[in-house]
């Protein structure tokens, strides 16, 4: 990955990260809550290559490590992203084009955002943290895919365009 799509990466996802802690996280959602942060990076992660997809999810997992809202230990989003990230980037063909495929592109958000939750979630429970009751972390589930769901379809191409024209504008390496 170049210095320029490093630092287009880094530049996007702390973007995101004050948009999710200064306004996301102020919404009251009816169902759980919605991150924002989660979706727009597995979004991220569905158009890059392997290698890439590796380092986004190392630079997203450390800005999320490094929150000041979650007391879990450091490296523990890091990871969980990481195994993510492989997961995407190893099956991504089997999705196809998601743009073409709005419904399958809203479908993998809301697993991969819901699944990623809950495998932090076990993983900080292992870990030997304090983790909320078991329907307290289903509904927050539950409400992240369902408000993953239904803004899917906005986020999505835009996400997709503007990484097309970012990467565009310069794409030497």
Known sequence: MSIYRTSVTISFFLAIFLIQESLVNRIDFYIGGFSLYLALLFTWL???????????????????????????????????LLLFSYLVSTYRESLGDLDERPITAALYLVFS?????????????????????????????????????????????LINRMKIRLFSLRSTP
């Open 46 to 80: 569905a158009t890059e290559d392997k290698g890439e997809a590796f380092i986004s999810a190392f630079i997203a997992g450390i800005i999320l490590d490094l929150t000041p809202s979650f007391d879990t230990p450091v490296g523990l989003w890091t990871a969980t």
């Open 113 to 157: 955002t819901s699944l990623s939750i809950l495998v932090f979630v076990i993983l900080s429970g292992i870990l030997g943290n304090a983790i909320p009751p078991f329907f307290t972390v289903m509904s927050e589930i539950a409400g992240n895919g369902l408000w993953t769901l239904l803004f899917s379809p906005i986020y999505f191409p």
